[in-house]
């Protein structure tokens, strides 16, 4: 079992992120097609491209300017997740039927 474990270990994940990407691009592009999805939650499922992004300008910032893992700088660390809290929020939301009841009231005359 070590063995195998070892070998794992061995294995850089970044080609597996960069393909993890293609699939979830799969989703957003599906979810936007589909009449009854909610367009916050939506908004939210692409919010969390942008929490991807920051974070790794965030790690880079980290690295070079810190010397350190984005884990270890919490400025850093706090802001890049703070757009992860708010784009589970826009999820939940979405899926609560709280963004339809929004954009489905009319301004009274």
């Known amino acids: 079992m070590t063995g195998l474990l070892s070998w794992l270990a061995g294995i850089d994940p970044t080609p597996l992120f960069v393909l993890s990407l293609l699939p979830y691009l799969a989703f957003l592009w599906w979810a936007g097609r589909i009449d009854g999805f909610p367009r916050l939650a939506l ?3 692409q919010m969390t491209l ?3 992004a920051v974070t790794i300008a965030a790690a880079v910032v980290a690295q070079l300017r810190y010397g350190a893992l984005l884990a270890n700088v ?3 660390h ?3 997740e703070s757009l992860l809290t708010l784009s589970n929020l826009l999820v ?3 899926f609560s039927g709280v ?3 929004v954009t489905s009231r009319r301004p009274e005359p």
């Open 78 to 80: 706090g802001g890049a």
């Open 50 to 52: 942008v929490f991807v």
């Open 43 to 45: 908004r939210g499922f």
């Open 74 to 76: 919490d400025p850093l």
């Open 99 to 101: 963004g339809a009841a």
């Open 92 to 94: 939940v939301l979405g």
